[in-house]
């Protein structure tokens, strides 16, 4: 019975999880968190999906090429947004120096390419706590 309690609680609390953590990695630059913090509650979020259901049931919701994929690409996303101030003739990761519109202070939109580098650090963060946790559950034959 504990475990059926458990499972229910869990499946309704995970969707509220994860939306929780995107909100931490969109709202990093005007709130306190960050991508890195939003990656973390989004990694926490399939550990701890992956500890209730078990191993298997968690790989087959993230399968190792999707993580591998976010890993890449999450880092490529967070270089490409660099290379924008470059383009410029710019520093890496230039931001208003570069041009870049920052709107309204305050506003979600008010970092310019902040948010945008967020979602990619926040992904690769998430993916690779992920992929920590599935390592290290692996049994040796």
């Given at each position: 019975m504990?475990?059926?309690?458990?499972?229910?609680v869990?499946?309704?609390?995970?969707?509220?999880?994860?939306?929780?953590g995107f909100?931490?990695?969109?709202h990093?630059?005007?709130s306190?968190?960050?991508s890195f913090?939003g990656?973390?509650i989004?990694?926490?979020?399939?550990?701890?999906y992956?500890?209730?259901?078990?191993i298997?049931?968690?790989?087959?919701?993230?399968?190792?090429?999707?993580?591998?994929?976010?890993?890449s690409y999450?880092?490529?996303w967070y270089?490409?947004m660099?290379?924008?101030?470059?383009?410029?003739?710019?520093?890496?990761?230039?931001?208003?120096?570069?041009?870049?519109d920052?709107?309204?202070p305050g506003?979600l939109s008010?970092g310019?390419?902040?948010?945008l580098i967020?979602i990619?650090?926040?992904i690769r963060v998430?993916?690779?706590?992920v992929?920590?946790?599935?390592?290290?559950?692996?049994e040796?034959?």
């Open positions: 504990k475990d059926f309690i458990l499972k229910r869990v499946v309704i609390i995970l969707p509220f999880l994860c939306v929780y909100y931490v990695i969109l990093g630059h005007v306190p968190g960050g913090a990656g973390i989004l990694g926490l979020s399939i550990i701890a992956s500890t209730i259901f078990g298997e049931k968690g790989k087959a919701k993230i399968p190792e090429k999707v993580l591998v994929w976010t890993e999450g880092t490529l270089g490409l660099g290379m924008v101030g470059i383009v410029k003739g710019f520093p890496f990761l230039a931001n208003k120096l570069a041009g870049i920052v709107g309204v506003a008010s310019g390419l902040i948010s967020g990619g650090v926040g998430a993916s690779t706590m992929t920590l946790f599935f390592t290290m559950m692996e040796e034959p």
